[in-house]
């Protein structure tokens, strides 16, 4: 009898054990996926958001496991990497300025694992996506911004850029990362990875002058016709 109740009680311990490390590792998935930085990009382009990935906002399971160790990607949907031209583009990707080790992967596509070089052409309006899984050294986790790194878009043929996404590492507990790059945060992106906006770029300042223009010269033609009637 009591070694019948001594192994039920024994099963029962087993069974809770098990719940729990099945939860815990419910709970940690969905942390991960919260604390993942998403993004989007247009090649050829100019004007991508810069990524701001805040390590002091990481959950305490991240913390506790994996507290070096952040990821980038373009999430679901048709959230991606789009060609906006009207030409195939042979596009690679470099990784530039990450002082620790960085894994990327191109799913859904066929790429040089090397050299990260598709190797069919990207078509007009086609979307790809990446998954980025970057190392952050621990003396670079204490900083306000530990570093900045770039994911560059190249062309095969001739090497030039079609394209960039700056990558900042920064933690918010030494301090305000989006004042010390001068960028702005973007909420709509999330908390996590929050995305900054960084200056405008010469494209961009031409279509915020452009704005202005329009309504000078609404003011002239006002004043124009006033001076005619008074003749």
């Not at 911004?145 to 560059?152: D, K, M, R």
């Not at 279509?207 to 008074?230: A, I, L, W, Y």
């Amino acid at each position: 009898m009591k070694k019948s109740i001594k192994n039920s009680f024994s099963k029962m311990i087993l069974f809770i054990v098990t719940i729990g490390i099945v939860l815990g590792a419910g709970v940690y998935r969905t942390a991960l996926s919260a604390e993942k930085a998403s993004f989007q990009a247009k090649i050829p382009g100019k004007d991508n958001y810069p990524i701001v990935l805040d390590l002091a906002k990481q959950g305490w399971p991240k913390k506790l496991i994996q507290p070096g160790l952040v990821s980038i990607s373009n999430g679901h949907g048709p959230m991606g990497i789009q060609n906006t031209s009207m030409e195939d583009l042979s596009v690679q990707i470099m990784l530039k300025g990450f002082p620790g080790e960085v894994e990327l992967e191109i799913p859904e596509m066929e790429y040089d694992h090397k050299t990260y070089a598709l190797k069919q052409p990207l078509k007009p309006e086609q979307v790809f996506k990446i998954d980025l899984a970057v190392e952050v050294p621990k003396k670079y986790r204490d900083q306000l911004v530990g570093f900045s790194g770039e994911i560059q878009f190249i062309n095969q043929k001739d090497q030039s850029i079609f394209s960039s996404i700056p990558v900042h590492i920064v933690n918010s507990d030494y301090g305000d990362p989006y004042k010390k790059l001068n960028i702005k945060p973007q909420p709509a992106f999330g908390q996590w990875g929050g995305k900054g906006k960084g200056k405008p770029s010469e494209g961009i300042k031409g279509k915020e002058n452009n704005t202005g223009k329009p309504t000078e010269n609404k003011q002239s033609n006002e004043k124009d016709k006033k001076e005619e009637n008074c003749h």
